[in-house]
Structure formats: C-alpha cells, structure tokens
C-alpha cells in the first residue's frame, strides 16, 4: 500500500498522517478548513492543531471530498458528532468497495446511537472496515514517543494487513475481533476523563482519583459486556490503557473540560476555553441513554450526565457518589 487518506485535519488525525508517512505511504488529509489545508500543503504544519510540529514532505491536504476516493486505505478522524455528515458525503463521491476503512474517533452517533462502526457499515455495508484505538495522545504520536494501540476487525486477515502498516520502531499496535468492547472503551473513557478533570479542579487528591479510575473501569466493563464485548478487552489498551492516559494526562481535552468544570467554570465557558472538540461531552449523553436502553447500573456515567446536562454543581455530584447505599466491590 502506497496511499492513505484521512477524514478530519485535527491534531489525531494529522498525528496518525505522521505515523503513515513514516511508514512510507503518501498521506492526503481531507478537512473543510482552507487555512488549515494550506498551512499544511505550504508549510508541511498544522499550526492550530499541532503548533510547531514539523510534518513529513510526503503529507498534504484538500478540501475537496473527491480527491479522497481513489485512496486504499481512508480513516475516519472526525468528531463522531458529525462522522455521519462527513460518510454521507464520502458515499456521494463514491469509493471502490476494496477501500479500507478505518475508524480512529470515539463515541457514538448522536443520530441513530449506534458506535463508529456500525455508522461505517451503514453507508459501507462491502468495504472490509476496522477501528484504531488505545492510549496514544496525539501530541506524543506526532513526537515518535514510544506508543501502543489495538486494532480491532472481526476480519483477522485485515487486522493483520492494517498491522503491518502500523507497526514502527515508535509505534506498535495489537489486534483483537472484539471490535464492540474496543469502541465502548474509547466512548466511556472521555467521560471518566472529564470526572477526574473535575476531581482536580475541585482540589482532590491521588486517593480520589484512583478510586475513580478504578470504579470507572468497572462500569465500562459492565456497559460493555451488556454490549457484548468481552471482558478482557476492558483490562487492554482500548480499556484500561486508555482509561488511564486520558484521565492522569493533561494532554487530555477532557480532562482540562473537566478540570474547569471543578474550578467553577460553566460547560460553555469551559469548551470556549479548550476552543476543540472534546468527545466525552456528546458522549456523557449517548452513554446515559445506553445505559438506560440498556438497564445497567452507571453512577459514575449519570452524575457526569447531571453535571454537563443539568447543570448540578460538581461538588454535590461528588456528594452523592460517596453517599450511595453501601455494597460489595464485586458487585
């Protein structure tokens, strides 16, 4: 494969374009900023996503859907707010159904409810389809620090194929057919990202977020096998890995929404301030209403829905968290 395209120009996408380009293939990116494209085609940079990152000579941009439609090999690295919008438009223009999709962004579409995939498969129903996902901030991705992540595909065959065009001396990937439990994983994390944000703007210490961390994992699981994903997922990279890298990190957007939450910013002054997409806000809603379509028990997710969606101050929210009913852990 000498090709790629990716759907979206922000600071993951233009990070995965690294990845690719490294590994030799001819990397376009497609967004809907001329700005952004041209300082990426001119100055081989995406200064508003990642200021001061040089790219790679063999990435460009474009803002026309239809330059992306020859390319082997297309990810999908837009918000999945708007993944639907972006797909519809992949599928006007049309695209061979050999073409690989690969699917990096995390949530659900606010439209149908369904995960990234599923979305995918909507429009797609032929093309072999896979996703991305793990802890790999894109700043540290963009910088070749060492990274892990899973590819997941119910076609091992492909997973294979797709691992071996993400494997690098600084980036090493994993495959799994558990593609259910991978998406659920990168859905929940950005919520719990934005409860541990709010733990450190409130001014909690290591105990607190620990326990959070850890509650919070078991929460995904349950959401997730209720899903049909498979426990052990929850305990790899798509689970705990990046459960823990967005929640400790400051990289994370969600945990700074978070952390300004906690300081006693509202939600619009706190997203006016990151001035970026941060997915666990969506996500907070979408998985409230799984868990109640789905009757699982997810206190952490239905305080994180009061406080972005009801207005309740972070401080009762934590209040009624430790005052539940007692129980066992295991439970």
């Known amino acids: 494969m000498k090709e790629a395209a990716i759907l979206g120009t922000g600071s993951w996408g233009t990070a995965l374009g690294v990845v690719l380009a490294d590994r030799g293939l001819d990397v376009l990116m497609y967004g809907n900023n001329k700005d952004c494209a041209a300082d990426i085609n001119d100055n081989s940079q995406n ?28 990810l999908l ?27 990096c962004n995390k949530g659900i579409d606010p439209e149908s409810g369904k995960l990234m995939q599923a979305t995918v498969k909507e429009f797609f129903p032929e093309n072999p389809t896979a ?63 934005i409860a541990a944000g709010t733990a450190d ?71 006016a301030e990151l001035n970026q997409v941060a997915e666990g806000v969506p996500n907070a809603k979408n998985a409230y209403e799984l868990a109640r379509k789905l009757n699982v028990r997810t206190p952490l997710i239905d305080e994180a829905y009061e406080v972005l969606y009801k207005d309740k101050p972070c401080a009762q929210a934590l209040k009624e968290l430790l005052s539940r009913n007692p129980r066992s852990e295991a439970d």
Not at 87 to 93: H, R, S
Not at 218 to 232: I, P, Q, V
């Open 47 to 74: 200064s508003y996503y990642l200021p001061g990152m040089d790219l790679p000579k063999n990435m460009s941009a474009t803002v026309d859907m239809k330059d992306v439609a020859d390319k082997p090999l297309i």
């Open 201 to 271: 703007g409130l001014g909690l210490g290591d105990n607190s977020k620990a326990a959070l961390v850890t509650r919070g994992l078991a929460e995904m699981t349950r959401l997730g096998m209720a899903m049909g994903g498979k426990r052990e997922t929850f305990q790899g990279l798509s689970g705990i890995g990046d459960l823990i890298v967005t929640c400790y990190s400051l990289h994370s957007r969600n945990n700074r929404v978070g952390r300004l939450l906690g300081q006693g910013k509202t939600l619009q002054e706190a997203i």
């Open 131 to 193: 996703v991305l996902a793990g802890p790999s901030h894109a700043e540290e991705v963009a910088s070749r620090k060492a990274t892990a992540a899973v590819i997941g595909s119910v076609d091992e065959d492909l997973s294979a194929k797709i691992q071996e065009i993400f494997t690098l001396p600084y980036f090493r990937t994993y495959t799994s057919t558990d593609v259910i439990g991978i998406e659920i994983g990168g859905v929940v994390k950005n919520i719990f990202a």
């Open 77 to 103: 690295v837009v918000p999945s707010q708007v993944a639907r919008s972006v797909l519809k438009q992949l599928k006007e223009v049309g695209i061979p159904e050999e073409t690989i999709i690969l699917t």
